[in-house]
């Protein structure tokens, strides 16, 4: 028997299958983690099997090597992944290695950590008496007779400390005789108890549509925040299981905290795994095997753990699907929706993608019937949403109040701490940094090495640059003018905290953002504290209080609801009501009503008014027309083809080169009637221009949507290998960013 084995070494010119000899009495099947002799010296590498044949397919005294032998008994890739795998390579134009590996967890190659065993002694002949002098020794057997039946060696040193020799002692003489068995290290969450609820009619109507999705189907949930997708989700799972399938739930990486697991372990306890970030090592190796070994038919996890080796694959739910988070920004660049659907198309399962506020391209494909549209248009309990005022920050500029707060946020904000109610207040964290210039002079204090605006941080009274780090104290004068008007601009969520103690003095509030949350647990350290209601306010960034529930919050502010808005980027509108959304939805989530308060310098903007009702059917017929209009995703693609270089001369001089080069590829893979596909090829430096001392340049290339896209997109990805050389940063398709 033959086998194909790929490599592990992710280069280029090994990335291809090589043919080895199954030796008689191995047993090597496809997707099996082999050893095996590489290359010239011999040297031991570790593979893994792709396909299994009689013939070697090879021709006669080509010398064919012997598999050495399997790393595990089990095997670690399934039928479904390899062919996963072979198609990312195609379409991500990766390599087959780097696939493969996003399949298994890191600590499985090169054997770096290894199940954990537990030993356990029990009484050789539990009747037969025992004697002798040493008195820890009898303890030992007492205990065991005690207790009846084995017992863990780390429990018997727990109960008699200094027990170890006694123990070693006891099995030498057989009075004792030892096994072991694999313990697998879990992570820890909170399980909360948790009734399970009665359906609504409009969950139960969700669940009968799910149900009658057909094999390798999608569909999106479109449901208002606290419509009970989540219990939608935990339903479907349910059914999945009860036909003998797996699934996998794909929530946002900062959604995956306790409180959310929880939900899904009161329900389903041993049988869901979890795989995130901030795993140990023998936790993310253990989980990994739980699955793969058929104990944890249920993953819960983040973008990566759309690769579960989950078998039989019955549904992928996908929580929160606009979230900028599933798309993978390292090779391979892959997207987790795109990648759920295809495994769901091979394994014949459903996929259910939720959402209070659908990307513009899932709700343009349910509307066009690619994917079924589900709708919870209520909120559970006939809870009514929010409601939401508009303070008018020009009239209260005009007014004379130039403060951070409204007087209309102010009125609100003391009535609900009067009440005792919390209140979360937002800052955006992007666009919206505290910079540094002179009112005399107009100076903007920028980075050294990059074009960016350095942040003021007031904790060191110094300034930073977000992008490579550098920092200095603020200088006392302008350096450009010399005038003492130096300021800083611009609120930081420890301005909007000054201001608070300032209004209200002695008021508990705390803080969220880059700063306060630097290590890993700080984040659930502080929202857990909020929860118990140690602070009253929770000032914070965006992304803050994901997947959390804050029952007795009723007041939620959004200082600066324009700064998305006027972000240099295609998809502001599209983030801006997003955020709006997520952030007011954080507000009555219990019994008592929810209120928002949106400060902004332009009320009437479209995109304020949609958001102000969650309207979001309204503001995607707005949206996807301006799209239209200017032909914007998704109806066209952008590639970024990123170069950087220390000479700017000779850096603008090679990216006009490359630009005439790609426009020439491009121009024949669409071919004659393709021409006009090609909306835009824009070579010019970068939105930053420069960063950590280096230049930038960019090309930028608008695609039309059509069917030709694809020959295009190899166009890019050919040129991309031919050009990997110096300076040749990357090329992005669809980028999330355009600096
Ligand atoms: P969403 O994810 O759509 O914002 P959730 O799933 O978090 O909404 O549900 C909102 C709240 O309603 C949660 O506290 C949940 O426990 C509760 N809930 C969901 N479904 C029901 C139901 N059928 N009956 C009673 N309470 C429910
Ligand atoms: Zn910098």
């Not at 490599?7 to 299958?17: E, G, L, P």
């Not at 609820?197 to 139960?204: D, F, K």
């Not at 008007?485 to 608070?500: A, L, R």
């Not at 009437?604 to 995703?633: M, N, S, T």
Request: aromatic share 8%; hydrophobic share 40%.
């Amino acid at each position: 028997m033959f086998a194909k084995v790929i490599v592990d070494i992710a280069h280029a010119a090994v990335d291809r299958a090589f043919t080895y000899r199954i030796p008689e009495g191995l047993d090597v099947r496809p997707g099996q983690h082999v050893l095996l002799p590489f290359g010239q010296g011999d040297h031991v590498k570790e593979g893994f099997v792709l396909s299994v044949s009689e013939e070697s397919g090879l021709e006669d005294g080509v010398t064919v090597k012997d598999i050495l032998s399997c790393v595990e008994p089990y095997t670690v890739l399934l039928p479904d992944q390899i062919a996963l795998a072979e198609w990312m390579q195609e379409a991500y134009h990766c390599l087959l290695v780097d696939a493969l590996r996003l399949m298994i967890p890191a600590q499985l190659r090169g054997s770096r950590i290894h199940e954990k065993r537990e030993r356990i002694v029990y009484l050789t002949d539990p009747a037969a008496d025992f004697v002798s002098k040493s008195h820890i020794q009898t303890e030992v057997v007492t205990l065991l007779k005690q207790t009846g039946q084995p017992m863990a060696v780390t429990d018997i040193k727990a109960f008699l400390p200094g027990a170890a020799p006694a123990i070693a002692a006891l099995l030498k003489k057989r009075v004792l005789s030892e096994s072991s068995f694999t313990v697998f290290r879990r992570p820890e969450y909170g399980s909360r108890r948790e009734d399970v609820p009665e359906l609504t009619a409009e969950q139960a109507a969700a669940l009968r549509e799910v149900d009658a999705l057909s094999p390798g189907q999608t569909a999106l949930l479109y449901g208002v925040t606290g419509s009970g997708k989540t219990e939608v989700y935990l339903r479907c799972i349910e059914a999945c299981l009860q036909q003998g399938k797996g699934a996998i739930v794909l929530v946002p990486e900062i959604a995956l905290t306790p409180q959310t697991v929880g939900r899904f372990a009161a329900r389903f306890g041993d049988r869901i795994a979890v795989l995130h970030s901030r795993l140990s090592a023998g936790e993310r190796f253990d989980e990994w095997r739980r699955i793969r070994l058929g104990k944890a038919p249920i993953v819960i996890g983040a973008r990566s753990a759309v690769f579960a080796p989950v078998e039989d694959l019955g549904l992928v739910i996908i929580d929160e699907e606009h979230e900028s988070s599933y798309q993978s920004e390292i090779t391979p660049r892959y997207h987790a929706l795109d990648i759920a659907r295809r495994r769901v198309k091979a394994s014949g399962g459903k996929l259910l993608l939720g959402s209070a506020t659908p990307s513009l391209l899932s709700y343009y494909r349910a509307l066009s019937g690619s994917y079924k549209l589900i709708e919870l248009r209520h909120r559970v309990g006939g809870r009514p949403l929010p409601t939401v005022s508009v303070a008018d920050m020009r009239a209260e500029f005009l007014s004379g109040n130039n403060g951070i707060f409204s007087s209309l946020l102010l009125s609100k904000l003391e009535a609900c701490l009067k009440q005792g109610h919390q209140a979360m207040l937002f800052l955006n964290r992007r666009g919206y940094s505290t910079f540094v210039s002179c009112r005399g002079c107009g100076y903007v204090l920028t980075c050294d090495n990059c074009d960016i605006a350095m942040t003021y941080h007031k904790a060191q009274n110094a300034v930073r640059c977000h992008y490579c780090g550098a920092r200095k104290p603020l200088p006392a004068v302008c350096p450009n003018c010399g005038k003492p008007f130096i300021k800083y601009f611009g609120i930081g969520t420890e301005q909007v905290e000054e201001q608070i103690q300032k209004c209200f003095p002695g008021t508990a509030t705390v803080r969220m953002d880059a700063d306060t949350v630097a290590h890993r647990d700080a984040y659930e350290q502080i929202l857990s504290a909020f929860g118990r209601g140690e602070a009253q306010i929770l000032i914070g960034t965006q992304m803050i209080a994901k997947g959390h529930d804050f029952p007795n919050v009723t007041l939620v502010g959004v200082i600066a609801a324009d700064t998305t808005l006027n972000f240099p980027d295609y998809r502001s509108g599209e983030r801006t009501f997003q955020l709006l959304t997520q952030v007011s939805g954080r507000a009555g989530r219990d019994k008592d009503p929810g209120e928002v308060v949106m400060q902004t310098y332009v009320p009437d903007h479209p995109v304020l008014r949609f958001a102000r009702v969650q309207d979001y059917p309204g503001f995607y017929q707005y949206e996807i027309a301006q799209r239209k209009k200017c032909l914007y995703p998704p109806f066209s693609l952008f590639i970024r083809l990123l170069l950087s270089g220390e000479n700017e001369e000779s850096l603008i001089e090679r990216g006009k080169e490359y630009a005439r080069a790609l426009e020439a590829d491009l121009r024949q893979a669409l071919g004659a009637e393709g021409q006009g596909d090609l909306l835009l090829l824009l070579a010019a430096p970068a939105p930053i221009a420069r960063i950590a001392g280096l230049s930038r340049y960019q090309i930028l290339v608008k695609l039309l949507r059509t069917k030709r896209l694809p020959q295009a997109l190899h166009a890019v990805y050919d040129f991309e290998t031919s050009h990997r050389e110096d300076g040749f940063l990357k090329i992005e398709i669809n980028p999330q960013d355009m600096f």
